[in-house]
């Protein structure tokens, strides 16, 4: 079992900048491939981005060259710097661990492909 709690996110003003810390317990998640997902009112659950255990990261279209997804592998937590925020990227944010094993080197965008689960942390951006 692995438990994941977020921290950091708060209220920013468009344009400003907040990062989010996803710190995982039970055991260590430095091999896998770990995503970060955010969730509007009224909006399904969509991927943020992801960071392979490699430290190799991909984002979602609307965030690329916004935000930056690192890792700390000794302190078994993993990142979410969050710039030139937009009122849009208001929602929960998640961190979750992908299920596909040690290693994966595949896609890390679906969803339903992740197991672990944080509870969520509040993001507003106001205009």
């Known amino acids: 079992q692995v438990q994941l709690v977020e921290s950091g996110g708060g209220l920013v003003q468009a344009g400003g900048s907040l990062s989010l810390s996803c710190a995982a317990s039970g055991r260590s998640v430095s091999s896998y491939a770990m995503g970060w997902f955010r969730q509007a009112p009224g909006k399904e659950r969509e991927f943020v981005g992801a960071?392979?255990?490699?430290?190799?990261?991909t984002y979602a279209d609307s965030v690329k060259g916004r935000f930056t997804i690192s890792r700390d592998n000794v302190k078994n937590t993993i990142y979410l710097q969050m710039n030139s925020l937009k009122p849009e990227d208001t929602a929960v944010y998640s961190c979750?661990?992908?299920?596909?094993?040690?290693?994966?080197?595949?896609?890390?965008?679906?969803?339903?492909?992740?197991?672990?689960w944080g509870q969520g942390n509040q993001v507003t951006v106001a205009s």
């Open positions: 979750a661990v992908h299920r596909g094993g040690s290693h994966y080197s595949g896609t890390l965008y679906l969803t339903g492909e992740y197991d672990y």
């Open positions: 960071i392979y255990w490699s430290g190799g990261s």
